[in-house]
């Protein structure tokens, strides 16, 4: 039993807590944003802000037919706080959308301090409270105490500390001349691309890739990183030996290319390749391909640089980029549902890199629909969910749906939207009508759904 007299509790005052706040309140519904700092600091923060922008002043491409643009585009038609409070104070950035970051959360914090249903306290919340409607924002630094108690609520195998991700590639990037689907020694359906590398050019990669420039990890990172020895970045196998990737993610062992015959035919042997790179398919309808053990901490124009070297990766298209770095994250596809309740405790919802969204603008999109929701279970509405061609509808989707065994963060992506029904080559083109389709669903959404409204 929901008690419509007690406030809805939002835990965390980063992007994604901010705007969940904004939107309880905008609904006419009472709400206590927790914001441990400046009490206690995170080692990456610095301010003690509602929404400090900690890495970047850039909240991605402002264009609507690029990813985050849409972004952008649907959630200023939803209201955002954190796109309008952007918007506002806009400073140049050729085609990005940034802001002057000192400007920008100082108003946010003085707006929701005024606001007269939200109640700003700061203090560090060590347990999830067990009763009314909650919305946990706490990001990818949730303090130490909280993190425990998450990790008894959700269960360890459901909980990271560390984001050691490989690099995802837009399958239709993807050079099928060369790549191939199998799996190794046959087992089960071929559920893999395999991209194969003869002896000179995999002697290439290795080189390129054991010269590349290296990310800058933070003193914490570092703390974090001495405890992921089971998960080694690919330029660290590199560095330690020529052969030491063809013993582990690049063996080329057990994989039969169809096209060329059976390797274990004597006749065939010259054609079995010296390395194989594989790629695994990401989501449900093989749209992303995930580069298997190629967790990396090299400068991103590096990866797309050396990654594509590799045969069939050529064209390479990159959602996402390999990361090595401490970030705190739920595994969503077991926990979640697609309208950020916990599936065994539907008044406790969570947004934000909490649940393994990336970006500014989408942790303000996460912060959107928890915060609806969040509204809409006091109020005695249903929990909604967005369209899934929305940019916003995709990405959340995406992170309640995806395998669980392989998850990994996600920022935003034309590579999670549904096919359009007509197939578009020219990408720019494609975008368009992507964009298209999106705001067109969410006004036809809208309209239907009437989010306030009995």
């Known amino acids: 039993m929901i008690n419509k007299q007690q406030p809805i509790q939002v835990i965390g005052g980063g992007l994604a807590g901010t705007e969940a706040a904004w939107q309880i309140a905008q609904a006419g519904v009472p709400v206590v944003l927790h914001e441990m700092r400046p009490i206690y600091q995170s080692p990456a923060h610095h301010t003690g802000e509602l929404a400090e922008l900690v890495c970047s002043n850039s909240f991605g491409a402002l264009s609507s037919d690029r990813a985050a643009g849409l ?59 067990t009763e009314g409607v909650i919305v946990l924002t706490t990001g990818p630094l949730t303090s130490p105490a909280l993190a425990e108690e998450l990790q008894r609520f959700t269960g360890m195998e459901y909980f990271s500390f560390f984001d050691a991700a490989s690099p995802i590639v837009v399958g239709e990037s993807i050079n099928r001349e060369i790549a191939f689907m199998a799996s190794r020694y046959d ?62 993610p690049l063996k080329p062992v057990g994989l039969f290319d169809a096209r060329h015959g059976d390797f274990r035919d004597p006749e065939n042997q010259g054609k079995r390749p010296y390395a194989v790179v594989q790629l695994r398919q990401e989501d449900k309808a093989g749209q992303l391909w995930n580069m298997v053990g190629f967790q990396t901490n090299l400068r991103w124009g590096e990866q797309k ?20 770095h401490r970030n705190t994250f739920l595994n969503a596809p077991e926990l979640l549902l697609p309208t950020l ?61 995806a395998s669980p065994k392989h998850f990994q963060p996600m920022p935003p992506n034309f590579g999670i939207l549904p096919e359009l029904s007509v197939r578009i080559k020219n990408k720019r083109e494609r975008y368009g009508a992507y964009r298209d389709r999106a705001l067109t669903d969410l006004e036809n959404w809208y309209a239907r759904v009437r989010v306030w409204a009995a």
Not at 73 to 91: F, T
Not at 103 to 109: D, G, H, K, P, Y
Not at 202 to 227: C, I, P, R, T, V
């Open 341 to 401: 309740q916990f599936k065994q405790r539907p008044t406790l919802l969570a947004a934000g890199q909490l649940v393994g969204t990336e970006g500014y603008t989408a942790a303000a999109a996460g912060g959107w629909l928890a915060g609806t929701n969040a509204a809409r279970l006091v109020l005695g509405l249903e929990a909604v969910t967005l369209p899934p061609t929305m940019m916003m509808g995709a990405l959340l989707e995406f992170i309640s749906s």
């Open 305 to 324: 640089r050396v990654f594509r070297l590799i045969p069939g990766l050529e064209g390479a298209e990159f959602v996402r980029m390999g990361v090595m």
């Open 187 to 248: 087992k089960g359906e071929a559920a893999y691309l395999n991209c194969p590398l003869n002896r000179q050019q995999y002697l290439h990669f290795w080189q390129e890739l054991g010269a590349a420039e290296k990310a800058n990890l933070k003193d914490f990172e570092q703390e974090s990183a001495k405890f992921f020895e089971g998960c080694l970045p690919i330029e660290e196998m590199a560095r330690r030996g020529e052969d030491t990737m063809r013993y582990g």
């Open 71 to 129: 972004l952008h585009a649907e959630l200023r038609r939803l209201g955002s706080i954190i796109i309008g409070k952007a918007d506002q104070h806009a400073v140049p950035a050729g085609g990005a959308l940034a802001v002057d970051r000192a400007v920008f959360s100082r108003e946010l914090t003085q707006t929701l301090q005024n606001h007269p249903l939200i109640e700003l306290r700061r203090q560090e919340i060590r347990k999830i409270p």
